[in-house]
């Protein structure tokens, strides 16, 4: 007797289980969405853990990159003179070199030194100009100034012209301690001056005191006043410096440098007390040069005019701090120990950022985080050692990523979404109706095993597109499914049965054959029996005749098309075809075939040609061949071929006749030819003529045949 706490167990389980699949995919899809929090979370920690160490390597390469900025002259001069970018450019105010002095008489060397230092200020039209002193108070305490301006062919100053104003020339200015100093300087050609076409104008700028008059009689030059100019041959405005035509009107380029005397600096050297250099008030010394052209012109160049570009200076190191680095440079046993310069990094503008995802991203774990953000460097000048502070933020880590995971946000959440609906709609759509198929179909299998089979049950009422709609379908399929099983064992049935029709229809036209050349002396016999065995071949344990003849295998090779068909003419009569006709020629024409399959082939066009042909009408054959192809064509007098039929006689099985099969006719003769003549890279085409049907036959001929 069955235990009742037992059954209810049982009971328990089996409703318990029926639960088993609905919390199987509630679960499924309880943890896709849990595992796509948690890979955002992971990823979330990986790049920040990257932008980390990314910004500790460009915090690094900038540190690096500063360092070398000012290891290079250019630095070295932004060291040397730090000052305020909000300051004007102009006047020119003279700036500290990282060299003792400038050797102003060599081109090379005072190009060279104001190109490395990059002290050049820029203007339009091709001007510049560098003002400047030496590190070393001993060489002279001169101011100098270099530059590049561009005119016409330099006019020179005559030697014994009491007037300045023919040539080009320069007026120097220079302000410091309430005193100002004026120079006028003519140009005045070198007595050599070698070949100008090839070398350019080479001469000098000869200094007198500015009188502001023109009449220059009795003036005496200013000995320790020194100025040198070289002018290129290439003009500025040629599209390459190739193409510049040697003209005197073309505007050229020239490069000159000066040497300005200053008595207040050269008397301070002499003082009793050790000379301070450079001198404090040096950023309140003002220069101004202009190049004058002959007469009273406009001024070619004025180092006061507007649109001029300040050269580096250590303010322009901001554009290379991130937002919330920090840059101080402080001068090595300066007393004060004040920063000579310290520069902060743009503020990063503002990005819509989530505060949840900002709070998250700050409790993300990253290694070495916590550890200071700094890097110290020194740098040495002529003039002391100098120590760069670069201070990191590693905040701003922070901030951009919570900037870029707000941005990419949405896509989580939509993926969160989609997850939510796609369990929707399987809640709705599939579990509930997975939760009453169970039911229906426990409730069937009960009735089917007290009753006699499925075909009692009406499931007409249940059938739709609701979830009663799918247990009809299911019930249906099942019922499908036996009743095409027991026509699956009917259809294999009938194609054994077709399987030795097929292979008493092969071997019937070579038995016929045999029979009717065995009782003549010295006839190929044994053809005939070859092909016999092969249709048997063929047809022999294979699941249909149609796949039989698909799936075998030609060994094609070379045939002599034209005895061939003289030999089938020939034998014709023997078989059953009485007036085919062959009227080619002797020639031999090669094509590839394979002889007893290509026999075959023209046996059921001659059948199918017979059995259509007027009584006593011939079937005749003709052979036309070109360089690539041989065409057969067998020709019979006739009905045409319908033309809803045209295309479909080569397919298995159709044919014209009702009751075909009984008398032989199976509807595969031709369907064999086609088979076989694609296996021979041929084809085979019905055509219909004036006065009956042609069969065209393509063979592919072989070259040099």
């Known amino acids: 007797m069955c235990n009742p706490a037992s059954a209810s167990i049982e009971a328990a389980l089996g409703w318990l289980a029926s639960f088993r699949l609905r919390v199987l995919f509630r679960s499924a899809f309880f943890l896709l969405a849990l595992a796509t929090l948690v890979m955002t979370v992971y990823v979330l920690q990986e790049e920040k853990q990257r932008s980390y160490d990314n910004y500790q390597q460009s ?60 002290c050049l200020v820029q203007y339009p039209h091709y001007g510049s100009l560098c003002v400047a ?28 012209d009491k007037y300045l104003d023919t040539a080009h020339r320069l007026r120097v200015e220079v302000k410091m301690r309430g005193q100002t100093y004026r120079w006028i300087a003519p140009f005045e050609p070198l007595p050599n001056p070698g070949n100008p076409q090839r070398e350019g104008i080479r001469g000098r700028f000869t200094g007198y005191g500015d009188i502001g008059g023109r009449d220059y009689t009795n003036a005496r030059t200013v000995r320790d006043f020194r100025g040198w100019v070289w002018q290129g041959t290439g003009c500025v405005n040629a599209a390459t410096p190739g193409d510049a035509p040697q003209t005197e009107d073309c505007e050229k380029k020239s490069f000159f440098s000066l040497r300005l005397p200053v008595d207040v600096l050269r008397d301070a050297l002499f003082q009793k007390e050790r000379p301070v250099w450079p001198p404090a008030d040096l950023n309140d010394v003002q220069v101004r040069v202009e190049v004058l052209p002959p007469g009273d012109g406009a001024t070619l160049f004025d180092s006061n005019a507007e649109g001029a570009i300040a050269p580096f200076s250590l303010g322009d190191l901001r554009t290379q701090l991130l937002p919330g680095e920090t840059l101080r440079i402080r001068k090595n046993g300066q007393a004060d120990g004040a920063d000579l310069v310290r520069l ?170 045999l029979i009717a050349l065995h009782g003549v002396q010295d ?95 011939a079937i005749t054959l003709s052979l036309h061949a070109t360089e690539t192809d041989a065409t057969v064509t067998i020709h019979n007098t006739g009905p045409h071929i319908a033309a809803e ?61």
């Not at 020629?585 to 590839?592: E, F, N, W």
């Open 645 to 705: 039929l045209i295309d479909q006689i080569f397919e298995y099985g159709v044919s014209d006749q009702a009751e075909s099969g009984a008398n032989g006719n199976r509807g595969q003769g031709l369907f064999v030819a086609r088979t076989y003549m694609a296996k021979m890279g041929g084809m085979i085409a019905a055509v219909n003529d004036q006065d009956g049907v042609s069969f065209v036959l393509v063979l592919q001929r072989v070259i040099g045949g």
């Open 133 to 160: 002193i030496g590190n070393n108070p001993w060489a002279g305490g001169f101011i100098y100034a270099a530059g590049t301006f561009a005119s016409t062919a330099l006019v020179p100053h005559a030697m014994g």
């Open 59 to 118: 915090f690094t390469k900038t540190k690096a990159q500063i360092a070398a900025q000012l290891r290079h002259p250019t630095g070295q001069l932004a060291l040397l003179n730090p000052s305020d970018n909000a300051a004007p450019i102009t006047p020119l105010r003279p700036v500290l070199l990282p060299f003792s002095a400038i050797d102003f008489d060599d081109q090379s060397k005072v190009r060279n030194a104001v190109e490395m230092t990059g």
């Open 344 to 513: 902060s990094g743009n503020e990063a503008v503002a990005t819509e950022s989530s505060p949840l995802l900002t709070r998250l991203i700050r409790r993300l774990p990253v290694d070495n985080y916590d550890a200071p953000i700094e890097l110290v460097e020194d740098v040495a000048t002529p003039l002391g050692n100098y120590t760069i502070y670069l201070k990191g933020d590693a905040r701003s880590v922070n901030r951009s990523l919570s900037a870029v995971a707000t941005r990419l946000s949405w896509f989580v959440v939509a993926m969160l979404l989609a997850i939510a609906l796609a369990w929707l709609v399987i809640e709705v759509g599939i579990i509930r109706r997975i939760a009453r198929l169970t039911r229906r179909s426990s409730q069937l299998s009960q009735t089917v095993k007290t009753t006699a089979g499925l075909a009692h049950f009406d499931l007409a009422d249940l059938r739709g597109s609701d979830e009663l709609g799918i247990l009809a379908n299911c019930l249906n399929d099942l019922l499908r499914r036996v009743k095409e099983d027991a026509e699956r064992e009917q259809i294999r049935a009938g194609q054994e049965k077709d399987m030795w029709h097929a292979v008493g229809h092969e071997i019937m036209s070579p038995l016929q054959s």
């Open 523 to 617: 006839d190929p016999s044994l053809r005939y029996i070859h092909r016999m065995q092969q249709a048997v071949r063929i047809l022999y344990g294979t699941a249909s005749p149609s796949e039989a003849f698909q799936s075998t295998t030609l060994a094609v090779q070379t045939v002599e098309i034209n005895g061939f068909l003289h030999n089938i003419a020939a034998n014709a009569a023997s078989v059953g075809f009485s007036d085919v006709h062959y009227a080619g020629g002797d020639d031999a024409v090669l094509v590839r075939a394979e002889e007893y399959a290509l026999e075959d082939v023209v046996t059921h066009v001659l059948r199918n040609a017979e059995r259509y042909r007027v009584p006593g009408s």
